[in-house]
């Protein structure tokens, strides 16, 4: 499956971004989603993730209560609602796609990943 990352940009801190996660598959039902991203000069972290169903989701601490992960199968379409940002959220923001079982918060859970997207996140 290919995966396209769109939606980055340049937001002022309390300000919001809705990233998307287009995927190239007829099977998008199949997968499990998820978000990490990348800070400058860091290593990359988890960020939320999403059942096949969409019934679970898994948010890092960091985002909870800001970020929402949703997806829609007939567009074949992830999505993650950033709101209340704040400067340390800036980062490339990558999405990825898996069909093995597992809650999907970890980076070696996951064989499919789009391309990046940057966030900066101004103060």
């Known amino acids: 499956v290919q995966l396209q990352a769109s939606g980055g940009g340049l937001v002022q801190a309390g300000g919001s971004l809705r990233l998307s996660c287009a995927a190239s598959t007829r099977s998008f039902s199949s997968y499990r989603m998820g978000w990490f991203r990348q800070p400058p000069g860091k290593e990359r972290e988890f960020v939320a993730a999403i059942s096949w169903s969409g019934s679970s989701t898994y948010y890092a601490d960091s985002v909870k209560g800001r970020f929402t992960i949703s997806r829609e199968d007939a567009k074949n379409t992830m999505y993650l609602q950033m709101n209340s940002l704040k400067p340390p959220d800036t980062a490339v923001y990558y999405c990825?796609?898996?069909?093995?079982?597992?809650?999907?918060?970890?980076?070696?859970?996951?064989?499919?990943w789009g391309q990046g997207t940057l966030v900066t996140v101004s103060s």
């Open positions: 990825a796609a898996d069909t093995s079982i597992g809650t999907g918060t970890r980076i070696n859970e996951y064989d499919n």
